[in-house]
């Protein structure tokens, strides 16, 4: 089928279009927010309508994704993460398409839990605490209201945290890799890090789009039903930030010496969060295929790739 992909040009969206062309589908992705802005509905309409043909499937995945960057403009968060939504169901109501749609939620909706309700079910209520996680809530809200509404099949996921190869250096996973590469390069001391003993649910990017792959495959199909649904992608298995510290300084051969950094601790940090995904494997089959270790060795490469490069010029 022929998937029309936002956010093409960003972190998720580089892996999605490689998963659904590795696949068998066709791939046609959105330009740069430089060429199309997302909330623009005339440059929406005119790029669903263009020369590519129309969609058979969109994955929407284009949005701020970086909780402290809507927490510093939240006015922007709203602007991009919900008007966004709205604009590609309005474009895509303009021209009379009704293709399945998935929008990219985030389980930060959640908000901060305790212990006793864990792991997390698509039942558990909705708690937001800051500016991003209103902004998922509020764009979930749009999405569930617009296929109900105008018919289209919708479905929107809740990702629990992810990463992998290409993340931005500014989420934990990729800035301790980076730490741990300066270390064992003697140019710090430490691995500066914050509150290293909460507890995340953590995936590979890869098996992430795989989950968004196989639900538009079964939305197409008919096989989500015809209301809007949301599903959590996740692994099921919490792990604390020092763990992933230890992992990664003993694929690097030397020894974790952690320095607390105030400036990196966050308030209100919930001690843990874990999801249930049985949803999405009862709908689909999926479960997570790639460790965790596979991704922390993928993400220490790309650092000392990095830093190496960074030594040449």
Known sequence: MRVFVTGAIGFVGGWMQRELVAAGHEVVGAPGP??????????????????????DAVAHLAGMAFAPDAGSDPTEAFRVNVGGTIAVFEALRELGYRPPVLVSGSSDV??????????????????????????????EAVAVEAGARWGFPVVVTRAFNHSGPGQRPVFVLPALARRVVAVRRGEAPAIVAGNVDVRRDIGDVRDVVRAYRLLLVSAAGGHLGSAPIVVNVATGQADSIRSFIERLCALAGIAPVVQLDPALLRENDPPEICGDASLLAQLTGWHPEIPIERTLVDLLAEAEAEARASKTH
């Open 110 to 139: 959640y908000g901060a839990v305790g212990r006793e309700d864990l792991p997390l079910s698509e039942s558990a209520p909705l708690n937001p605490r800051e500016p991003y996680a209103y902004s998922k809530a509020a764009q």
């Open 34 to 55: 430089d060429e199309l802005e997302i909330t623009d509905r005339a440059g929406l309409v005119r790029w669903f309508s263009g020369p590519n043909g129309h969609p």
